[in-house]
């Protein structure tokens, strides 16, 4: 906006100038051209949400994961966080067998499954740090987020309902 008289100091680039007149002074205001957004965030992800299949070998040295949107397969390097994800996953799918119901599946105290992993809370906030980054960087749609936590209750889970654990 510029206060002043209302003569044009150039077109401007893209859009209108409008003139408007308040408490006795004239104002020239640039309006822009309306933003036409690149892409519609109110449609679904076009591969649907995403889904883990874990591959691990029978001592449990060795694990594959993989990230699927739709068909779309999206391996990952192997890392030693992605056991935690495992771990997560293989109680989420236990609790899914059981019968319990969707939003009560997976959930794990942070204190046990540090247990499990044989290592201390911070290494193991650590490791679910690592994961949850790891899957951020792919930037993937139908991945919001792998991990969910109650905060009250220091639980964790995997957030990522669609899982599959194999031999290899």
């Known amino acids: 906006m510029r206060d002043g008289a209302a003569t044009p100091l150039g077109e401007p680039a893209n859009g ?21 957004p690149t892409a519609d965030v109110t449609r679904p992800p076009p591969h649907g949400p995403a889904s883990l299949r874990f591959r691990v070998s029978a001592d449990e040295e060795y ?15 192997p890392r030693a966080h992605q056991h935690v994800l495992l771990l997560l996953a ?33 290494q193991l906030y ?11 960087d792919l930037a993937l749609l139908g991945v919001t987020s792998v991990l969910e936590r109650r ?6 889970r995997i957030a990522i309902g669609e899982l599959d654990v194999q031999a290899l």
Do not use: C, F
């Open 16 to 36: 209108e100038r409008t003139v408007v007149e308040v408490y006795g002074k004239t104002w020239t205001i640039d309006i822009p051209e309306a933003i036409t």
């Open 63 to 77: 694990l594959e994961v993989t990230v699927y949107t739709g068909e779309v397969a999206h391996p990952l390097k």
């Open 151 to 156: 905060a009250t209750t220091r639980q964790v």
């Open 90 to 122: 293989r109680e989420r799918l236990r609790d899914a067998a059981a019968g319990v119901p969707t939003a009560e599946q997976g959930w794990l105290y942070t204190a046990d499954l540090a247990q499990m992993t044989g290592s201390n809370a911070n």
């Open 126 to 136: 650590v490791s679910l740090h690592r994961a949850r980054k790891e899957l951020d």
